[in-house]
């Protein structure tokens, strides 16, 4: 079975810290996803990933940066955490040109 | 701007068929048109994909006509577990856009 993983369930941070969600799959998949998820708005990509140190912006980039140093590991990192970016955090992989995502269970961040 | 909107919610009743609609603009004949189920304080689940016509599998089919301006998730026979959010996903080939619909939350009564 695909498996992703994400490295926290729960997060808590405060104003202006920066914030690292990491993200696994054991899949070699080439494809890695970050969306965010907020009751009324559905899923939002912030960023994707379709190689090592490949990305491309989302609908919803701005206060977010990602890193894929690894095929397997893809990083989201929130330079200056803010409120508005309390949200559920969802990762998923992908294999090339299969359309087919598998997401890892979600980090639920809280920015006070 | 590409928008794919769906019903808010649906009720339906255990065996009964349920098919719940994708309205997307501006899809391309290879574009790809997937759906995910979500229980609550899980990540989205696949259930199926295609890009026209019909495609079936052992839990669900999928309908794409040939206007390509909605989608149809047919789900036979739902039984309580099937109570979940749906939302379709429009991948616009050849790019790196990825849409989600609104989502659409079932209730499956006894």
């Known amino acids: 079975d695909v498996k992703v993983t994400q490295s926290s369930r729960y997060l808590v941070k405060r104003t202006g810290e920066k914030v690292f969600l990491e993200c696994v799959q054991d899949m070699d998949h080439e494809n890695m996803f970050w969306y965010r998820q907020d009751p009324g708005l559905g899923l939002r990509l912030i960023y994707f990933?379709?190689?090592?140190?490949?990305?491309e912006k989302g609908d919803i980039p701005e206060g977010y940066s990602v890193s894929r140093e690894k095929k397997e590991r893809f990083s989201l990192i929130l330079e200056s955490a803010s409120t508005n970016q309390t949200s559920m955090y969802l990762c998923a992989s992908e294999g090339e040109g299969s359309y087919e995502q598998y997401f890892g269970p979600g980090t639920r961040l809280t920015v006070t | 701007l590409a928008k794919t909107t769906q019903p808010i919610s649906m009720d339906s009743y255990e065996g009964q068929e349920v098919n719940i609609t994708c309205s997307h603009n501006?899809?391309?004949?290879?574009?790809?048109i997937t759906w995910y189920q979500q229980f609550p304080s899980q990540g989205p689940r696949f259930i199926i994909q295609g890009y026209k016509t019909k495609v079936t599998n052992e839990v669900a089919s999928l309908f794409i006509p040939a206007d390509r301006k909605s989608s149809t998730l047919s789900l036979p026979r739902v039984s309580l577990s099937d109570t979940a959010v749906y939302y379709c996903?429009?991948?616009?080939?050849?790019?790196?856009?990825?849409?989600f619909g609104t989502g659409t939350r079932l209730k499956v009564l006894a």
């Open positions: 996903l429009v991948a616009y080939s050849g790019t790196y856009k990825y849409i």
């Open positions: 990933s379709y190689d090592v140190k490949m990305k």
């Open positions: 501006n899809i391309a004949t290879n574009d790809y």
